[in-house]
């Protein structure tokens, strides 16, 4: 009597477990320190992936000074063209999304920020160019 219960059961939960929708996927990305080339592959990447898969969304998040403006424009197409929606998030608390990483949190479809974090300074920096006035200012 106790196996015709059990498999009436499994069927059950068999048809219960697939009513149960699955998460949302979601391919989450960090940009620790200077924007530079390598950032461009690993955004580039994770978009890539996030395509592939079938993700929900990409979230970017960001912890930047800034960095290189080839990078950061570089990266900024590929948010944007990204058929995947992009959510750039200035995290953790203390960080900040300054100069290109301002470029970046703005690329995205969602930009959104950490409390306690700041983001500003938006002035590209150009590495072993002559400092125009604004750069003098920001020294």
């Known amino acids: 009597m106790r196996c015709s219960v059990i498999f009436a059961v499994v069927p059950v939960a068999l048809l219960m477990a ?5 998460a949302p996927k979601i391919i989450a990305v960090d940009v620790n320190g200077m924007v530079h080339p390598i950032t461009v592959e690993i955004i ?5 992936q996030a395509r ?4 929900a969304l990409v979230l970017i998040r960001l912890n930047t000074p800034g ?17 995947v929606p992009v ?23 969602i930009a959104a920020m950490a409390p306690g974090t700041n983001t500003g300074a938006a002035h590209p920096v150009l590495l072993g160019a002559e ?3 604004v750069m003098k200012q920001k020294l």
């Not at 697939?18 to 699955?22: D, K, M, R, S």
């Not at 900040?96 to 949190?105: D, E, I, K, M, P």
């Open 131 to 133: 400092l125009d006035a």
């Open 52 to 55: 592939n898969e079938h993700a």
């Open 44 to 48: 580039g990447s994770a978009l890539t």
């Open 87 to 109: 959510v750039t998030y200035v995290g953790p608390s203390g960080g900040r999304a300054a100069s290109a990483g301002f470029f970046l949190l703005e690329s995205g479809d």
């Open 18 to 22: 697939q009513a149960i929708p699955a």
């Open 67 to 83: 960095g290189l403006m080839d990078a950061m424009r570089q990266t900024i197409e590929k948010i944007v063209s990204s058929p």
